[in-house]
T-cell receptor, first 114, second 117 residues
Framework: DQQVKQNSPSLSVQEGRISILNCDYT??????FLWYKKYPAEGPTFLIS?????DKNEDGRFTVFLNKSAKHLSLHIVPSQPGDSAVYFC?????????????FGKGTLLTVNP | GAVVSQHPSRVICKSGTSVKIECRSL??????MFWYRQFPKQSLMLMAT?????????EQGVEKDKFLINHASLTLSTLTVTSAHPEDSSFYIC?????????????FGPGTRLTVL
């Protein structure tokens, strides 16, 4: 049972345009969501996170939107740059007694074309 | 801040030998560290949760006698793959949780590529 789903395995955008990466989850107990960026043969790099008490969090070119009723979150990157090309993982966690374990989606490969 | 290192980055070993992988949080204390495994073109699969000073909690299907985890200090956790076999070949990644009242970010090491011949 996949609790965190990234239904688009890949996305291609033009440099300077907006990249929108989507993520859906099924477990209503998740209360914290994170996005990671990963290059091949490297560990994931933390990008941005959002708590379930918020619906938007912004950090520079990255904005994460959370729609709790739809159990959906998205990562917006604007403007997109060629260096953003990587695999993006959405992750979710429950606080407290669950020991803060992260559940990851399968990732979306973003390619930003010059 | 929030740097996590892993050593070694790459290891090749013979079948039947044991391999130890170290994970260190360099600039923060991590009460909880996590060990993941990633197969090609797949997501990160959590293997176990490691708490400083206590036994690790293993995910379903992960053999605790094969993947020994020790979290001896607030900055160091080790994963030992015992009696390694070719099917254990994978990319192993650790992470450390820098827990705050506001967040739950995990910071990842660069990973260790294990190849068992």
């Amino acid at each position: 049972d996949q609790q965190v789903k990234q239904n688009s395995p890949s996305l291609s955008v033009q440099e300077g345009r907006i990249s929108i990466l989507n993520c859906d989850y099924t477990n209503s107990m998740f209360d914290y969501f994170l996005w990671y960026k990963k290059y091949p043969a490297e560990g994931p790099t933390f990008l941005i996170s959002i708590s379930s008490i918020k619906d938007k969090n912004e950090d520079g070119r990255f904005t994460v939107f959370l729609n709790k009723s739809a159990k959906h979150l998205s990562l917006h990157i604007v403007p997109s740059q060629p260096g953003d090309s990587a695999v993006y993982f959405c992750a979710a966690s429950r606080g407290g007694g669950s020991n803060y374990k992260l559940t990851f989606g399968k990732g979306t490969l973003l390619t930003v074309n010059p | 801040g929030a740097v996590v290192s892993q050593h070694p980055s790459r290891v090749i070993c013979k079948s039947g030998t044991s391999v130890k992988i170290e994970c260190r949080s360099l600039d923060f204390q991590a009460t909880t560290m996590f060990w993941y495994r990633q197969f090609p073109k797949q997501s990160l699969m959590l293997m176990a949760t490691s708490n400083e000073g206590s036994k690790a909690t293993y995910e379903q299907g992960v053999e605790k006698d094969k993947f020994l985890i020790n979290h001896a200090s607030l900055t160091l956790s080790t994963l030992t793959v015992t009696s390694a076999h070719p099917e254990d070949s994978s990319f192993y990644i650790c992470s450390a949780r820098r827990g705050t009242d506001l967040g739950n970010e995990q910071f990842f090491g660069p990973g260790t590529r294990l190849t068992v011949l």
